[in-house]
């Protein structure tokens, strides 16, 4: 939700989930203050965006994963880290071309 609102189906579409049948959210994340719902132009669609607390959540999980991302190639040998350098310059050129 770092990237604005979403629908439910985007969210599930990135997190390569189904989306629920049901109504969404009852009880769930909206309810803990976590997202608001906004309604789309046309009204039959919802988008959800996080809340402040959900941004604030969001955010210190991510910097947990880059923490511990930090620490585990940092404990990698200098040999280690150099072809983990290369290697990713070759995915970088995959990317690029596809």
């Not at 290697?87 to 970088?92: A, D, H, N, S, T």
């Amino acid at each position: 939700m770092f990237g604005g609102p979403r629908s439910l189906s985007e969210l599930a579409d990135a997190e390569q989930v189904r989306p629920p049948d049901d109504e969404p959210d009852r009880g769930g994340t909206g309810a803990r203050g976590l997202v608001r719902r906004r309604a789309t132009e046309d009204g039959r669609r919802v988008r959800l965006q996080a809340s402040a607390k959900g941004t604030k959540i969001l955010q210190e999980g991510r910097m947990r994963r880059v923490e511990s991302l930090a620490k585990a190639l940092y404990a990698l040998s200098r040999k280690e880290q150099k072809l983990l350098g290369q290697l990713v310059g070759l995915l970088q050129r995959v990317i690029r071309n596809l």
